[in-house]
T-cell receptor, first 114, second 110 residues
Framework: DTGVSQNPRHKITKRGQNVTFRCDPISEHNRLYWYRQTLGQGPEFLTYFQNEAQLEKSRLLSDRFSAERPKGSFSTLEIQRTEQGDSAMYLC????????????FGPGTRLTVT | EDQVTQSPEALRLQEGESSSLNCSYTVSGLRGLFWYRQDPGKGPEFLFTLYSAGEEKEKERLKATLTKKESFLHITAPKPEDSATYLCAVRKRSQGNLIFGKGTKLSVKP
């Protein structure tokens, strides 16, 4: 299967700890996106990369959040000093840069902050 | 402000009972409208992209249509396996990200 993969699938952490998630996009896709989804809501955009360049960041992305995509391949999303409000599903998606622009999502990482 | 509104929030159908889900949007400079299906605990699964008013796309029992202000997802003779949350999203010409609605949770009873 060559879809988007995310690790870990589940993460439970204590408030104040740092966590890091990884996303591996579809291999030929040069665009990578991070979204956050809470119960009963649609995904909310966090940030977006084209190759290794971070092109857009949402106002939702506080200073405690940082994302990287070294070498334009996989990406990591780090949350520092986690808060209970950070509990959510973190979704990664990838797309090609062509005219179709469909974003294909991974299975997500479920974060629970206790 | 850019907004995507889906209705109804939840829909219960009997197997074989056709219906439609609505997605209305207020966005300046629409690049495309997207429909996704999401099963509990999983990531959204891409269904359709619509780019211009009047466009229609079909896949099995699903048909998506687009006007200048809204999109409909028509479900013909649904089966229990069609039960899921259906998400609508729009993309603006000036941005790379998608703006999602809250979704419609569809339940199809046998």
């Amino acid at each position: 299967d060559t879809g988007v993969s995310q690790n870990p699938r589940h993460k439970i952490t204590k408030r104040g700890q740092n966590v890091t998630f990884r996303c591996d996009p579809i291999s030929e896709h040069n665009r990578l996106y991070w979204y956050r989804q809470t119960l009963g809501q649609g995904p909310e955009f966090l940030t977006y990369f084209q190759n290794e360049a971070q092109l857009e960041k949402s106002r939702l992305l506080s200073d405690r959040f940082s994302a990287e995509r070294p070498k334009g391949s996989f990406s990591t999303l780090e949350i520092q000093r986690t808060e209970q409000g950070d509990s959510a599903m973190y979704l990664c998606a990838s797309s090609s840069g062509g005219p179709m622009y469909e974003q294909y999502f991974g299975p997500g990482t479920r974060l629970t902050v206790t | 402000e850019d907004q995507v509104t889906q209705s109804p929030e939840a829909l219960r159908l009997q197997e074989g009972e056709s219906s439609s889900l609505n997605c209305s949007y207020t966005v300046s400079g629409l690049r495309g409208l997207f429909w996704y299906r999401q099963d509990p605990g999983k990531g959204p699964e891409f269904l359709f992209t619509l780019y211009s008013a009047g466009e229609e796309k079909e896949k099995e029992r699903l048909k998506a249509t687009l006007t200048k202000k809204e999109s409909f997802l028509h479900i013909t003779a649904p089966k229990p396996e069609d039960s899921a949350t259906y998400l609508c999203a729009v993309r603006k010409r000036s941005q790379g990200n998608l703006i999602f609605g809250k979704g419609t949770k569809l339940s199809v009873k046998p």
